[in-house]
């Protein structure tokens, strides 16, 4: 069983920068990537970024330029430095971890990000 754990999540103004975290615990043999997910209310579940092990890391078009992922393999760890945060980033942003064997894939429980004037 994997638990992952994020933090960083609070309100901000629009133009603001903020850092999530998420660090996975238990028993790991093996991490193919790391991530982040987002889901606005009424809105399906997006992808935002994702921190492969050789591959070069992927962001969504909607927050290139603006969002930073990380990642630490010594903490199984991944970071997400977001800046000039706009209202339509507001939304419940989860960690991902995928696995090379199963159940393949574990969610965080998420961290609320509200970006307001």
């Known amino acids: 069983q994997v638990e992952l754990v994020e933090s960083g999540g609070d309100s901000v103004q629009p133009g603001e920068s903020l850092s999530l975290s998420c660090e996975a615990s238990g028993t790991i043999y093996g991490i193919n990537s790391m991530g982040w997910y987002r889901q606005a209310p009424g809105r399906e579940r997006e992808f935002v970024a994702i921190?492969?092990?050789?591959?070069?890391?992927q962001y969504a078009d909607a927050v290139k330029g603006r969002f930073t992922a990380s990642r630490d393999s010594a903490k199984n760890a991944v970071y997400l430095q977001m800046s000039n945060l706009r209202p339509e980033d507001t939304a419940v942003y989860y960690c991902n971890i995928e696995l090379p064997y199963k159940p393949y894939r574990y969610w965080g429980q998420g961290t609320q990000v509200t970006v307001s004037s």
């Open positions: 921190v492969g092990d050789e591959s070069p890391i």
